[in-house]
């Protein structure tokens, strides 16, 4: 398993909308660093890809520190799990096609 440390900026600019008051990191930016992440981990050649699933469970705000675990499968299913602390804030599963 690979695991990958990402933190969000206080001052994150697609945190400024979503939403005054309350900010949270939206769900497109959670996925997009982490397939990023995966990317760039050890287990590279990802792309192209197929997202099967992805779940998000939790928000994540700007300042907060978000581990990414992921581990490919023997079948060559990357398996993913985002968490801020102890909360999972976004799960799923992507694969080749």
């Known amino acids: 398993m690979t695991v990958i440390d990402k933190v969000f900026q206080h001052d994150h600019p697609a945190s400024q909308g979503h939403f005054p008051g309350n900010p949270i990191i939206p769900g497109a930016v959670l996925l997009d660093e982490t397939l990023r992440a995966i990317e760039a981990g050890p287990d590279a050649g990802l792309a192209p890809f197929r997202i099967r699933s992805a779940k998000f469970l939790h928000p994540a705000r ?10 490919r499968t023997p079948e060559g299913e990357i398996r993913f799990v985002c968490s801020v602390g102890e909360t999972p804030v976004l799960t ?3 694969r080749s096609p």
Do not use: C, E, V
């Not at 700007?62 to 581990?71: A, E, K, W």
């Open 62 to 71: 700007p300042g907060d520190r978000m581990l990414i675990r992921f581990s």
């Open 92 to 94: 799923g599963q992507i």
